[in-house]
Every structure is written in structure tokens, then in C-alpha cells.
């Protein structure tokens, strides 16, 4: 469980570095938000497992099954490398 609390870190930390090198202000506000519900997720499932909140739905980022919700993740980390790669486009 460690391991995998320590890559939901590291992604949220690249994603902040992504939000600072962006170009544009629309772009940075976007990764925050992708950012930010993912984390949302991240901690609450977490909180379910320790016990400190109540048992619902919430499905945690890549791990639980569904399809929608794993191609929601992938379309957000997509859009978050997208902005990243747009950084070199016509400097």
C-alpha cells in the first residue's frame, strides 16, 4: 500500500511541476483542477480504508475496476502531458 500512496505522490508531484512550467494561466488553472480531483479521490479512498470515513463509491485512480472512471484518468493525465508538451511549440 505504501508503494502505492508513494506513485499517486509522485504523480501529483509531476503534475505540480507541469502546473508551474505552463505557459498560460488557462493551462495552469487546468492541471490544478485535474490535479485536484484526482488527489480528491486519492485521500478519500484512503480515508475509507483507514476508517476515518465512511465506506462509499469512490473508486481509486488506475486500481479500481470500472471502465469509465480508468478512461476518465487517462484522458486526464493525456491533457496534463499535452500541456506539458506544448511548452516547446513555437518558441
Known amino acids: ?16 511541476a507541469v502546473a508551474l512550467r505552463s505557459r498560460d494561466r488557462k493551462a495552469m ?19 475509507m480504508v483507514v476508517g476515518l470515513l465512511p465506506i462509499t463509491g469512490i473508486p481509486l485512480p488506475f486500481l479500481s475496476y470500472g471502465g469509465s472512471f ?12 499535452g500541456i506539458d508538451f506544448r511548452r516547446y511549440v513555437n518558441r
Not at 480508468?70 to 502531458?81: E, K, P, Q, S
Request: aromatic fraction near 14%; proline fraction near 0%.
Open 29 to 47: 488553472l487546468l492541471v490544478i483542477g485535474l490535479l485536484s480531483g484526482f488527489a480528491f479521490h486519492v485521500l478519500y479512498n484512503t480515508a
Open 1 to 16: 500500500m505504501a508503494v502505492v500512496l508513494m506513485l499517486y505522490v509522485l504523480y501529483v508531484r509531476n503534475g505540480v
Open 70 to 81: 480508468t478512461l476518465a484518468n487517462f484522458f486526464a493525465t493525456g491533457v496534463i502531458l
